[in-house]
């Protein structure tokens, strides 16, 4: 069954359009979407209960954002990012991301950190369920909860983008996840220099959690060539 049936029934309180592109942009961020998969515009106006031209607009939207790829009958497909195109995204990532995670640490509330601990223990919670699809949408929660906090609007728009890219080619590291805690790990790590207040080791380890998997994904799309 394809995540596009678990996609939300708008409110009619922003354009229909905006409602869902932000629907089909959560999916993909999370990695609720498969590379390759094909969408439809009749497929989420029937899951999203709207008409055609909202549905039809928002893949267009998400198709000039490099997210999806044109088909015919104005459907399209999830981007299948190469080997070269997914270690560009992560390059761009890691500069980015490890800025937002630096600046995030003096923004922190007690409550903030409350918080992405409970991520994080939701993370383990899943890994030990192999309930890996879950799993993947607490990470895109566990970074962007950071980055939010970074208070820093511009550069965030610059990630979400790269997420929306590379969100479903995250897929692949749920074998990684099967065999390793390495990235939970990385996570906790960042928990431990956020409560020391040092922001440069926080960065560091958000650095070494987006490399970790870009080492990981890399070999397994180039074993798909």
């Known amino acids: 069954m394809s995540a596009i049936n ?39 106006a029937k899951a999203m209960n709207v008409s055609l031209t909202p549905s039809r607009e928002a893949i267009g939207r998400l198709v000039a954002e490099g997210a999806l790829t044109p088909g015919i009958n104005q459907g399209a497909f999830v981007t ?20 937002l995670a ?20 939701k993370m383990e919670d899943e890994k030990n369920k192999s309930n890996y699809s879950e799993l993947l949408h607490l990470n895109t929660e566990f970074h962007f909860k950071i980055y939010n906090i970074a208070n820093m609007p511009i550069m965030l728009s610059i990630v979400e ?7 479903p080619t995250l897929n692949l590291l749920r074998p990684f996840y099967q065999e ?11 928990i431990h220099y956020l409560e020391k207040n040092d922001p440069s080791r ?20 180039k074993n798909r060539k």
């Open 102 to 121: 630096y600046h995030s640490i003096s923004n922190f509330r007690d409550e903030d950190t409350k918080k992405i601990k409970k991520t994080v223990e």
């Open 202 to 221: 926080a960065k560091k380890a958000i650095i070494q959690d987006i490399s970790l998997a870009t080492k990981r994904i890399s070999k397994l799309l």
């Open 161 to 167: 983008s790269l997420w929306l890219k590379i969100g």
């Open 80 to 99: 299948r990012l190469t080997c070269e195109m997914f270690k560009e995204i992560s390059e761009c990532r890691v500069l980015l991301e490890g800025q």
């Open 180 to 190: 390793s805690n390495h990235g939970i790990d990385f996570h906790k790590n960042f």
């Open 6 to 44: 678990a996609l939300e029934k708008v409110q009619r309180t922003d354009t229909l359009t905006v409602q869902t592109y932000s629907e089909i942009k959560k999916l993909l961020m999370t990695g609720k979407l498969q590379p390759g998969e094909k969408l439809t515009g009749r497929q989420i």
